[in-house]
Nanobody, 128 residues
Framework: QVQLVESGGGLVQAGGSLRLSCAASGRTFSSYAMGWFRQAPGKAREFVAT????????YYADSVKGRFTISRDNAKNTVYLQMNSLKPEDTAVYFC?????????????????????WGQGTQVTVSS
């Protein structure tokens, strides 16, 4: 069992930055690919970024490529999402997810509902 707790969301002006964190419980964190997904009101949950078990490979949605950076610290059981140059269309609830023993690309391409564990989400609001 893995529990995920996100933090770091908030209100920011367009062009600003935020850093999200996701702390995981359990002793097998390094056996999970990790990812960030988001859901805006009235829309389906969508892939944002994923990172491999060891942290060496990342995968991004085209909409955030070049602006967002995903990273992880396996010693701290934590995954991060650095978000720069934020736009109003980035406004959403951001969720952290874990998927057992897969690649970053596979996790990003598969149906988000197939991930093994989810956090409760953190709200990000970008004002224009």
């Amino acid at each position: 069992q893995v529990q995920l707790v996100e933090s770091g969301g908030g209100l920011v002006q367009a062009g600003g930055s935020l850093r999200l964190s996701c702390a995981a419980s359990g002793r097998t964190f390094s056996s999970y690919a990790m990812g960030w997904f988001r859901q805006a009101p009235g829309k389906a949950r969508e892939f944002v970024a994923t990172i491999s078990m060891g942290g060496g490979t990342t995968y991004y949605a085209d909409s955030v490529k070049g602006r967002f950076t995903i990273s992880r610290d396996n010693a701290k059981n934590t995954v991060y999402l650095q978000m720069n140059s934020l736009k109003p269309e980035d406004t959403a609830v951001y969720f952290c997810a874990a998927r057992w023993s897969t690649t970053a690309r596979t996790m990003g391409l598969m149906n988000p509902n197939e991930n093994d564990y989810w956090g409760q989400g953190t709200q990000v609001t970008v004002s224009s």
